[in-house]
């Protein structure tokens, strides 16, 4: 497992020179861009937002590794909840040696740990307005998996659910079986989700109470969320309260409602089979941020994440997919990759720009006519390459 942490000190042990080189590429002090160049504006930029998210990323002034806190976007589905951090505790229970409560200075006492993770909400892409749903952050906090093992999971368990302190109404809209005799219902209930056992015990997740270095800030979760960085944004709850281990399978709302694929799917003999499957880990994606160009030089700038990237790839028009150049994240197992591409001596008029991550596994992103986007019919997990129109002058 790769955390900021571990990677610097893996660095370390490789002598000076690489650390002293990679710290400045990974430092502030390391513009990403030339100095002087002038940003050719996209001719498909997005309308205003639909919903009330906010910091949307403007990707044409993307020019940071880590987004700042005070400007990495939000969503919160019932608001941001009143918390009392002097009283907060958060809550162990359910299939563990003994229920218990922990303070945040209870949680402070065990091993820091932090991890780089590009957090992107499983929405974006997936309207045109809903285009900066991502932001990237040093995360810190505790091993979820050394705190719940502390406290001595049972055999029977299957799963962990993570319970936030917001609340909202939900409509239950027919859960009967053989017969409609349980009609429509509305409830209050807590933000949840869950995740298996085995899930929840990756080493990667942590329960953070630090972003950026700085104490959790309200929108983003304060005092505690859970960061899962296999996970797309809605696995991360925030504002967390309570976490049971449970040897049920929890059906919450924002897992069976809302935030479920549905694919309208056709088998080999070319039937329809309608699928409906739960929006979870997050998929390889790219996106091209902006079009710099200075004394006449032009570079394509984007960024990739979702999965572990090998590498990234441009084309222009209807022409040969192009390597890009990684220039920053490459140390960072669950950080976004920033790259670019230069792009020489471009013809005046329009072009198309598209970007395709392709993993370490050698998995490409998908384009918008696989069949694992052209058959899905809801928005989620829009992960399909992303053109960008320009003009040239
Ligand atoms: N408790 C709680 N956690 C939540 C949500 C929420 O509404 N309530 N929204 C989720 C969604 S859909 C996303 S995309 C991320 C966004 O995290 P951020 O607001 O820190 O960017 O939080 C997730 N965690
Ligand atoms: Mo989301």
């Known amino acids: 497992m790769t955390t900021a942490y571990t990677s610097r000190r893996e660095l370390l042990k490789q002598g000076g020179a690489a650390v002293a080189v990679l710290a400045f590429f990974d430092s502030p002090l390391f513009a990403w861009g030339r100095e002087g160049e002038r940003t050719i504006p996209f001719l498909d ?35 941001v909840p009143e918390i009392d951090r002097r009283s907060w505790q958060l809550e162990l229970g359910g299939r563990i040696d003994e229920p218990r409560s922990y303070t945040l200075e209870d949680l402070k006492t065990l091993p820091k740990k932090e991890v780089v993770f590009a957090l992107e909400c499983s929405g974006n892409s997936g309207f045109d307005w809903f285009q900066g749903g991502i932001g990237n952050a040093r995360w810190g906090g505790v091993s979820l998996g ?102 049920a399978h929890f059906l919450g709302p924002f897992m069976s409602q809302r935030y479920v694929t549905v694919r309208e799917h056709e088998l080999s003999d070319g039937s329809t089979e309608w699928r409906r499957e739960l929006v979870g880990k997050s998929r390889l994606k790219s996106m091209t941020a902006k079009v710099t160009v200075k004394d006449g030089a032009y ?95």
């Open 45 to 79: 930029q997005p309308p205003e937002p639909a919903l009330p998210i906010s910091n949307l990323l403007d990707w044409q002034q993307l020019d940071s590794y880590n987004t700042s806190n005070d400007r990495f976007f939000a969503v919160g589905h019932f608001g």
């Open 146 to 247: 050394d705190f719940l093992r502390s406290a001595g999971i049972l055999d029977d368990a299957v799963e962990v659910v993570f319970y936030g302190a917001d609340k909202g109404k939900t409509t239950f809209p027919y859960i009967g079986g053989l017969g409609d005799d349980m009609g429509a219902f509305e409830a209050e209930m807590p933000f949840a989700r869950s995740m298996t056992l085995k899930e929840a015990l990756d080493p990667a997740n942590i329960l953070c109470y630090e972003m950026n270095g700085a104490p959790l800030p309200a929108e983003h979760g304060s005092p505690l969320r859970l960061i899962a960085p296999r996970w797309y944004g809605i696995a991360n709850v925030k504002w967390l309260t309570r976490i049971e281990v449970s040897d």
């Open 299 to 393: 570079r394509i700038y984007g960024a990739a994440w979702g999965e572990p990237v090998a590498r990234v790839e441009v084309r222009i028009d209807e022409g040969p997919w192009m390597e890009a150049a990684i220039d920053q994240g490459k140390e960072q197992e669950f950080g976004w990759k920033f790259w670019h591409l230069d792009w020489r001596s471009p013809s005046s008029g329009e072009h198309r720009i598209t970007s395709r991550a392709v993993g370490t596994d050698g998995k490409v992103q998908p384009s918008m006519d696989d069949r694992i986007i052209a058959e899905k019919r809801t928005y989620w997990e829009s992960n399909g390459q992303i053109t960008r129109e320009i003009r040239i002058p």
